[in-house]
């Protein structure tokens, strides 16, 4: 299947710090990316879904401004989480799909953001 | 908003146990796809299966779109399928994202 490279896996930052996390897709390009955030011993709930060259959608309930996403080319997207707090921490995952319709999701290996 | 429920929400089994995992979904789909998330959160693709059947070594699953539901067959579960499984749908007209299922918690013991 299709390789997705998220980094970092881990991070740690300070209260009030922003933080980029990007996503890559190694092997295929994606014209959609999408950005899940999973807390513990819960499913994923989607973000936003981030689109090559225009800006992303974001789902309801999720601040635009604190979470923001840039998709600059067709293999790299990245989520920044600015000022961030300690409830920010979580387990953020990225996915990416081949174009076209219907067909096959592939995950990021997650990042697990703690903010002290 | 559509719902995607699964059942059983956790699950404990002998190794050598076959068990049947369901993925209900209240809207018509375009897509969906089951997923073994890992004690590290790495989500491994086990099926896309927007209908019929599909097997792979002890894995199985089967889409029936028209009951707008799925099956996740495993049999002669090992202790390294332990986990949270995942499926996830592709709402029809809902722009590619997909939505995912509540997850079923495996544990299987020696």
């Known amino acids: 299947g299709a390789v997705v490279s998220q980094h970092p896996s881990r991070v740690i930052c300070k209260s009030g710090t922003s933080v980029k996390i990007e996503c890559r897709s190694l092997?295929?390009?994606?014209?959609?990316m999408f950005w899940y955030r999973q807390f513990p011993k819960q499913s994923l709930m989607l973000m936003a879904t981030?689109?090559?060259?225009?800006?992303?959608?974001?789902e309801q309930g999720v601040e635009k401004d604190k979470f923001l996403i840039n998709h600059a080319s067709l293999t790299l997207s990245t989520l920044t989480v600015t000022s961030a707090h300690p409830e920010d921490s979580s387990f953020y995952i990225c996915?990416?799909?081949?174009?076209?319709?219907?067909?096959?999701?592939?995950f990021g290996q997650g990042t697990r953001l703690t903010v002290v | 908003g559509i719902q995607v429920e699964q059942s059983p929400p956790d699950l404990i089994l002998q190794e050598g146990a076959n068990s049947t995992l369901r993925c209900n979904f209240s809207?018509?789909?375009?897509?969906l796809q089951w997923f073994h998330q890992n004690p590290w959160g790495q989500l491994i693709n086990l099926f896309y299966?927007?209908?019929g059947t599909k097997q792979n070594g002890r894995l199985s699953a089967t889409t029936v779109a028209t009951e707008r539901y799925s099956l996740l067959y495993i049999s002669s579960s090992q202790t390294t399928d332990s986990g949270v499984y995942f499926c996830?749908?592709?709402?029809?007209?809902?722009?590619?994202?997909?939505?995912f299922g509540t997850g079923t918690q495996l544990k299987v013991e020696l």
């Open positions: 092997d295929f390009q994606a014209t959609t």
């Open positions: 809207d018509s789909v375009n897509n």
């Open positions: 299966i927007p209908s």
């Open positions: 981030s689109n090559e060259g225009s800006k992303a959608t974001y």
């Open positions: 996830a749908v592709e709402l029809t007209g809902g722009g590619n994202k997909l939505t």
């Open positions: 996915s990416a799909k081949v174009s076209g319709p219907n067909t096959e999701a592939f």
